[in-house]
C-alpha cells in the first residue's frame, strides 16, 4: 500500500489528499482482524486512488467498490486495483446496493460544512456489518457521531491517532503535517 499513487490533479473543493498508508494499513488491518474484511464485501466511499480497496483486495475481500466523485482520481484508482469495481459517483447520491463493510476517509468538512456527517450518514444507511471512518478529532464530533451511530443501530469505538498529512497543494509549505484525528469503528448491533 505505500505504492499507493498520489491524485494526478488534487482538487480542494473535494479535499483530496492520500490517505497515509501506515494509516490505511492499520485500519483495514484491525477491519482484518475484526472479521470485516476476509469474504466481505467493501466499499470505500471518496476512494480517490484507491488505497482501501487495494488493501481489502490483498486481505482477501471477497469484493471491493471503489465510489469517487473525481473521475481523474478514479482512472488511477482502476490502474492501481486488480479487481476491484470503480464507480464515478457522489457518495451522497451514490447507487450503490447494501455492502457489508464501508472503509473510507471521507472531507473533513473543512471546504464543505458538514460533509463528513453527510458521507457518515450514507455509510449508515448502506452497511449491513460495519464503517470504519477517518475524521478530524474535536469533542463535538465524537459526541454527535456516537449519537448517529446509536440511532442508525451501531456501536462506536474511537481511536485518536496523529494523521501525518504530506504536502499536496502549492501553498503547503511544509513536507509534512500532523493533525489529530479519530478512526472510528461503528459496529451495526444485531439484535
Not at 457489508?100 to 456527517?117: E, L
Amino acid at each position: 500500500m505505500s505504492k499507493a499513487p498520489p491524485f494526478p490533479s488534487p482538487k480542494i473543493d473535494l479535499e483530496q489528499y492520500v490517505t497515509p498508508p501506515e494509516l490505511a494499513s492499520a485500519v483495514l488491518w484491525n477491519a482484518y482482524l475484526s472479521g470485516h474484511i476476509n469474504g466481505k464485501i467493501v466499499a470505500d466511499f471518496g476512494c480517490g486512488t484507491g488505497i482501501f480497496c487495494r488493501g481489502a483486495e490483498l486481505l482477501g475481500a471477497e469484493e471491493c467498490l471503489c465510489l469517487e466523485l473525481d473521475y481523474d482520481a478514479l482512472m488511477t484508482a482502476r490502474g492501481y486495483l486488480e479487481r476491484a469495481e470503480a464507480l464515478n459517483a457522489d457518495v451522497i447520491s451514490s447507487p450503490l446496493r447494501i455492502v457489508d463493510v464501508i472503509v473510507m476517509n471521507p472531507p473533513f468538512g473543512t471546504q464543505r460544512k458538514g460533509i463528513d456527517k453527510e458521507f457518515l450518514l450514507e455509510a449508515f444507511r448502506l452497511a449491513r456489518i460495519a464503517v470504519y471512518s477517518i475524521h478530524l478529532s474535536s469533542s463535538s464530533t465524537i459526541r454527535l457521531f456516537s449519537k448517529l451511530a446509536r440511532e442508525f443501530g451501531f456501536t462506536a469505538e474511537i481511536v485518536t491517532v496523529n494523521y501525518r498529512m504530506r504536502r499536496e497543494y502549492a501553498w503547503h509549505r511544509k513536507r509534512f503535517h500532523e493533525m489529530p484525528t479519530n478512526v472510528y469503528k461503528f459496529v451495526r448491533v444485531i439484535p
